[in-house]
T-cell receptor, first 110, second 116 residues
Framework: KAGVTQTPRYLIKTRGQQVTLSCSPISGHRSVSWYQQTPGQGLQFLFEYFSETQRNKGNFPGRFSGRQFSNSRSEMNVSTLELGDSALYLC?????????FGAGTRLSVL | AQTVTQSQPEMSVQEAETVTLSCTYDTSESDYYLFWYKQPPSRQMILVIRQEAYKQQNATENRFSVNFQKAAKSFSLKISDSQLGDAAMYFCAYRSMKTSYDKVIFGPGTSLSVIP
């Protein structure tokens, strides 16, 4: 089976822009979670989707949003980008209480 | 709220030697999972080992084993016969069994260097 695929791998944006990141889970996995990883804050939970419904949300402002499609693929969107949004964004899909991570999208906000 | 602490930001080990990474956590729940994840410089996060809190037996995966002390809320990872490929960031993580929600709480990580 193919692993969790995240696209793009790298993104450079400027302040005020918006960005959309994509995640394709492992085939058959219905749960997709998103995490933000920064040197200062470490790994922080953003949100989780299951069967197109957001089940859980972390402590992030409303500029961070996501969705899941019927094929379990997920996107997350960040609007009005700030410098502090520069981070590695990781997506994970879950099966049998184990999360499998993608390689991440490195977002740089200039 | 649950928290995970890793008190060793950096560790180093000689190749072929054994190293132990520490992790403590705080929770009021009795049923949960604990994990160790490895993130090499290529940054793909990989599951190393997991432990269910209701199991008294410590989990083992080849050269990796854990020392799970539920009462002390301690979950250390032992790497035996260390190899160059073990060099990575290691994250201890917690997940509640209380719900099916998939929120994993990660510790700050320990950077492991392997010296040839």
């Amino acid at each position: 089976k193919a692993g969790v695929t995240q696209t793009p791998r790298y993104l450079i944006k400027t302040r005020g822009q918006q960005v959309t990141l994509s995640c394709s889970p492992i085939s058959g996995h219905r749960s997709v979670s998103w995490y933000q990883q920064t040197p200062g804050q470490g790994l922080q939970f953003l949100f989780e989707y299951f069967s197109e419904t957001q089940r859980n949300k972390g402590n992030f402002p409303g500029r961070f949003s996501g969705r899941q499609f019927s094929n379990s693929r997920s996107e997350m969107n960040v609007s009005t980008l700030e410098l502090g949004d520069s981070a590695l964004y990781l997506c994970a899909s879950r099966d049998k209480n184990i999360q499998y991570f993608g390689a991440g999208t490195r977002l740089s906000v200039l | 709220a649950q928290t995970v602490t890793q008190s060793q930001p950096e560790m180093s080990v000689q190749e072929a030697e054994t190293v132990t990474l520490s992790c403590t956590y705080d929770t009021s729940e009795s049923d949960y999972y604990l994990f160790w994840y490895k993130q090499p410089p290529s940054r793909q996060m990989i599951l190393v080992i997991r432990q269910e809190a209701y199991k008294q037996q410590n989990a083992t995966e080849n050269r990796f084993s854990v020392n799970f002390q539920k009462a002390a809320k301690s979950f250390s990872l032992k790497i035996s016969d260390s190899q160059l490929g073990d060099a990575a960031m290691y994250f201890c993580a917690y997940r509640s069994m209380k719900t099916s929600y998939d929120k994993v709480i990660f510790g700050p990580g320990t950077s492991l260097s392997v010296i040839p």
